[in-house]
């Protein structure tokens, strides 16, 4: 018999063979359901609704949108260092009448007061700070909803000093009833008409600038936002006007 025939021959025999084994299936045990579990059912809570937010408002971002994107690897380029409008409502300036220090330190810390206005630079325009005056840049911050005071966006740019909000607030008064509106008056060192009325809390705005997480304009430093950003204002267009005309501490109101 040929070399060939015998490997044939070989083959058939093995195949014989595994036909005749019994399958492996055969001698496993049968699948037995288990039984529900019984017993007390577990009170679980309903699955949450998360708030449906706006990114934008017409053209406009929310602030939540802006900072969204600004914190987003995705959108990021879309607004960061972008010239772009945020809608909001001001919830917290640092010139309101009731909050001052006399140099810019907070007494209990001795470090910068970022939210006060310094007394010492309140005054009106000509008039230089002392040389011990530590002065922040006028700034209000706005957020989606009246009383927020986490969320929310800080806009600077539309005044470099308390002394230029002092002054568009003398000619706002000395203008004759029913003119106030019409004031115009530009910050001598930014180039810009500064907003009438001054920015003030319970108006809702409309702000175009560039949105960052850096202020580089002032003279003293660079502030800067990392989380919530900071929008330099290049115009400022009110929707809604504050219920009452901002004053400077220690200014008098006019009757």
């Not at 000619?171 to 060192?189: C, L, M, Q, R």
Request: aromatic share 6%.
């Amino acid at each position: 018999m040929s070399p060939l025939t015998t490997s044939r021959l070989v083959a058939l025999v093995s195949l014989a063979a595994l036909a005749l084994t019994p399958g492996c299936g055969d001698a496993d045990e049968p699948y037995v359901p288990k039984p529900a579990v019984s017993g007390k059912v577990p009170s679980l809570p309903g699955v949450p609704t998360l708030p449906q937010k706006q990114k934008k408002v017409g053209d406009a971002y929310t602030i939540w949108g802006a900072t969204h994107d600004l914190r987003s690897r995705v959108h990021v380029e879309d607004v960061l260092n972008k010239k772009i409008s945020i809608v909001g409502y001001v919830v917290k300036t640092n010139y309101a009448a009731e909050c001052s220090n006399p140099n810019g330190v907070d007494p209990g810390t001795g470090k910068q007061q970022t939210d006060c206005a310094a007394k010492c630079a309140i005054h009106k325009t000509g008039k230089a700070d002392p040389a011990e005056c530590k002065a922040e840049v006028p700034r209000f911050y706005i957020a989606d909803e009246k009383g927020e005071t986490k969320d929310m966006i800080a806009v600077m740019g539309w005044a470099s000093n308390f002394a230029q909000i002092y002054g568009l607030i003398e000619e706002i008064d000395k203008a004759p009833k029913g003119k106030e509106g019409e004031v115009k008056v530009s910050d001598v060192f930014y180039g810009v008409d500064m907003p009438n009325p001054v920015p003030n809390v319970g108006a809702k705005v409309k702000v175009t600038g560039t949105y960052g997480v850096t202020f580089t304009k002032a003279t003293s430093g660079a502030a800067a936002n990392p989380k919530f950003g900071i929008l330099t204002s290049d115009t400022v267009e009110y929707l809604e006007p504050p219920p009452e005309k901002a004053y400077l501490p220690g200014m008098k109101k006019k009757p």
